[in-house]
């Protein structure tokens, strides 16, 4: 029982480390990875706080360097789905009767380790296992996982404070319970923060999860489960499984307790994952809370007024940071022809000093492609254009995969703007460009809404506000982070709370209290303290 209205540390963002050649930060972080390139690493399962291994290893390939070997994973089977269930059903209770203050110190702790005593290994298993360059590690598995958890605690106690108000002789209250079950969260490959910021922000408001991370994040998940095990997380809170995923999301999808599912990857996935959902609704204990964030076509819209470096050095830092396999990556640029040539130039040059190789050198911009199916996919959208009638690869186009899936930043130019990789999602490092006339910005306007059935973020670039306020109101619809003279990525937890909408997702806004008040049922509570004793009102006489 809480015996005083504690105040949480206040939240400010984590400083991004520069890792400048020949600094400290840099030196101790490549040789964190370089020791950990040579472990052998045996990664269980944790079900009930416990380690479980099965008769099944599965490798682990680092994307640089499929050749080498880090160790393994235990994958599991269904039997382990219903463990990790039952594991978070037994934990439920006593998680929910603890203290709003120690599920927050608990993940402050974590924070904290991350940001201290953790960080190198985090990101250095970030950057082992999904590619990740120092800078690129540094923003996702550091500071954007540090600034989930401080904030979300911040977050979590501005809700519980927002309470009715009350009137004479009645005391009304609000009591922000968990989810009535368990939830499942099912988190994606391309940013560790995300993975950690799923399951944690529904375990931090008292619910228990079951999380099933991407089979190609395993690693720093395996890191952030050593993390929040030194923080003093309870056994049974949060049960991570690596589990086959269709099979797994029948089984828990199917369960009477299944009570909210978290969500960040493929649109597919997503949707019939709802539409599970939706066939088995008479069958729960409670209606469950959706919420998911999936896949982006993610533009930047040029105005004649605009500047072409910025432009330029925008489409480069936003199309291909971390290879383009950011959900917020920019895939679509939408040039003027007056401004094209300048921006062209630009680009290009820029590209020419762009490297592409191994995390381990921090001066690589560019690094692998998570695995070979990615790399077939952008492989096939840069042939494909190459033999086009309608498209020509302008700048990049090389692929090599003699020792990881390495995918040069490439450009298309189209004159079609409906050609292929123009509408589809690629999720690699592939931007298409489409020249428009001057006079055609409105009509390019209407184009950039209607093109994707995407949802998800979105820049405009221009000097005249005429033309700024023009784009804002036309494109209100088409990218739920919108950005003006900026890349379309690097949403900052507390800054610009990141979803969209559409085939993009629920927009439930990770990184805001507006996410964290899905994970709550609320309870209102009316106390009367001089009750009536006779049911006549004063109108009856």
């Given at each position: 029982m809480s015996k005083a209205i504690s105040q949480v540390p206040f939240a400010v963002n984590e400083p991004v480390r520069s890792y400048e050649p020949g600094s400290p930060e840099v030196k101790s972080l490549i040789a964190t990875y370089k020791e950990m390139w040579k472990e052998k690493f045996e990664i269980p399962m944790i079900i009930d706080g416990k380690e479980v291994k099965t008769d099944t290893k599965v490798q682990l390939q680092s994307p640089q360097d499929h050749k080498h070997d880090f160790g393994f994973y235990y994958k599991g089977d269904m039997q382990h789905v219903d463990q990790a269930i039952e594991s978070a059903l037994a934990a439920r209770q006593q998680w929910n009767d603890l203290g709003w203050e120690q599920r927050a110190a608990i993940f402050l702790k974590a924070a904290d380790l991350i940001a201290g005593p953790y960080r190198d290994r985090l990101n250095a298993a970030t950057m082992i296992g999904q590619s990740k360059n120092v800078h690129q590690a540094e923003i996702d598995a550091a500071c954007e996982f540090?600034?989930?958890?401080?904030?979300?605690?911040?977050?979590?106690?501005?809700?519980?404070?927002?309470?009715?108000?009350?009137?004479?002789?009645?005391?009304?209250?609000?009591?922000?319970?968990?989810?009535?079950?368990?939830?499942?969260?099912?988190?994606?490959?391309?940013?560790?923060?995300?993975?950690?910021?799923?399951?944690?922000?529904?375990?931090?408001?008292?619910?228990?999860?079951?999380?099933?991370?991407?089979?190609?994040?395993?690693?720093?998940?395996?890191?952030?489960?050593?993390?929040?095990?030194?923080?003093?997380?309870?056994?049974?809170?949060?049960?991570?499984?690596?589990?086959?995923?269709?099979?797994?999301?029948?089984?828990?999808?199917?369960?009477?307790?299944?009570?909210?599912?978290?969500?960040?990857?493929?649109?597919?996935?997503?949707?019939?994952?709802?539409?599970?959902?939706?066939?088995?609704?008479?069958?729960?204990?409670?209606?469950?809370?959706?919420?998911?964030?999936?896949?982006?076509?993610?533009?930047?819209?040029?105005?004649?007024?605009?500047?072409?470096?910025?432009?330029?050095?925008?489409?480069?830092?936003?199309?291909?940071?971390?290879?383009?396999?950011?959900?917020?990556?920019?895939?679509?640029?939408?040039?003027?022809?007056?401004?094209?040539?300048?921006?062209?130039?630009?680009?290009?040059?820029?590209?020419?000093?762009?490297?592409?190789?191994?995390?381990?050198?921090?001066?690589n911009f560019v690094n692998a492609v998570i695995d070979k199916n990615s790399f077939d996919k952008c492989k096939g959208y840069i042939e494909r254009a190459q033999e086009s009638a309608d498209a020509e690869v302008i700048f990049g186009g090389k692929c090599d995969d003699s020792t990881g899936w390495f995918v040069e930043p490439t450009v298309i130019l189209t004159e079609n703007p409906k050609y292929e990789s123009v509408c589809e999602e690629i999720f690699g490092p592939i931007l298409?460009?489409?020249?428009?006339?001057?006079?055609?910005?409105?009509?390019?306007?209407?184009?950039?809404?209607?093109?994707?059935?995407?949802?998800?973020?979105?820049?405009?670039?221009?000097?005249?506000?005429?033309?700024?306020?023009?784009?804002?109101?036309?494109?209100?619809?088409?990218?739920?982070?919108?950005?003006?003279?900026?890349?379309?990525?690097?949403?900052?937890?507390?800054?610009?709370?990141?979803?969209?909408?559409?085939?993009?997702?629920?927009?439930?806004?990770a990184g805001s209290k507006m996410n964290l008040l899905r994970w709550v049922s609320v309870r209102s509570v009316k106390e009367t303290f001089v009750t009536p004793k006779d049911y006549k009102y004063p109108y009856l006489g």
């Open positions: 540090i600034d989930f958890l401080r904030f979300n605690v911040e977050f979590m106690t501005e809700m519980y404070a927002e309470q009715p108000v009350s009137d004479n002789g009645i005391w009304n209250r609000a009591e922000y319970r968990p989810l009535e079950g368990f939830c499942f969260a099912v988190t994606p490959f391309n940013f560790t923060a995300i993975s950690g910021n799923l399951p944690t922000c529904m375990a931090m408001l008292g619910n228990v999860v079951v999380w099933k991370p991407s089979d190609k994040q395993v690693l720093s998940a395996k890191i952030i489960m050593d993390i929040l095990d030194e923080a003093g997380l309870p056994a049974g809170v949060i049960n991570m499984i690596f589990t086959p995923g269709k099979e797994t999301a029948e089984k828990v999808l199917a369960h009477r307790d299944f009570a909210g599912l978290h969500f960040t990857g493929s649109t597919s996935v997503f949707q019939s994952m709802w539409k599970q959902i939706g066939n088995n609704i008479q069958d729960y204990k409670s209606y469950p809370r959706i919420v998911g964030e999936t896949g982006g076509k993610d533009f930047i819209m040029v105005h004649p007024s605009a500047n072409a470096k910025e432009v330029a050095t925008a489409m480069v830092r936003g199309a291909f940071e971390y290879q383009g396999q950011k959900c917020s990556a920019a895939s679509r640029a939408y040039i003027p022809k007056s401004l094209w040539n300048e921006v062209k130039e630009v680009v290009g040059a820029q590209l020419k000093t762009v490297k592409m190789g191994s995390p381990e050198d921090p001066s298409s460009v489409y020249v428009y006339e001057d006079a055609d910005w409105a009509e390019t306007l209407k184009l950039v809404d209607e093109t994707s059935p995407y949802s998800l973020t979105g820049s405009i670039f221009a000097k005249d506000r005429y033309a700024v306020a023009e784009a804002y109101k036309a494109l209100e619809n088409a990218a739920g982070n919108f950005y003006i003279n900026d890349k379309p990525t690097g949403a900052v937890v507390g800054q610009q709370p990141f979803g969209g909408a559409r085939a993009s997702g629920t927009n439930d806004k």
